[in-house]
């Protein structure tokens, strides 16, 4: 079945740096576009970032432009999000999407938090 699992969130100092992985499995990576979410209890789920097939194109939210970078990785079936001068409104869980460039379907993983405090 299809599985994405993200890890590598946790504690960061506001300033610091996270790296996020999703690994991918069930599912032909290549032919889905990946992306990242993020939610905070009470509230909409919101955009982050996304990533072509290719990796030639991201898009970006307003929010965290010029601080977060979207990558994959296609032999390895995986997605990151480096996330660089975190701070504390950056908190959330946050989770990682698999939309398929045709037809619908959108798949998502359970979601790792990150907390931005001092």
């Known amino acids: 079945q299809v599985q994405l699992v993200e890890s590598g969130g946790g504690l960061v100092q506001p300033g610091g740096s996270l790296r996020l992985s999703c690994a991918v499995s069930?599912?032909?990576?290549?032919?889905?576009?990946m992306g990242w979410f993020r939610q905070i209890p009470g509230k909409e789920r919101e955009f982050v970032a996304t990533?072509?097939?290719?990796?030639?194109?991201?898009n970006y939210a307003d929010s965290v432009k010029g601080r977060f970078t979207i990558s994959r990785d296609n032999a390895k079936n995986t997605v990151y999000l480096q996330m660089n001068n975190l701070n504390p409104d950056d908190t959330a869980v946050y989770y990682c999407?698999?939309?398929?460039?045709?037809?619908?379907?959108?798949?998502w993983g359970r979601g790792t938090q990150v907390t931005v405090s001092s």
């Open positions: 999407n698999a939309r398929p460039v045709a037809g619908p379907g959108v798949h």
């Open positions: 069930g599912l032909t990576f290549r032919r889905y576009e």
């Open positions: 990533i072509s097939v290719s990796g030639g194109s991201s």
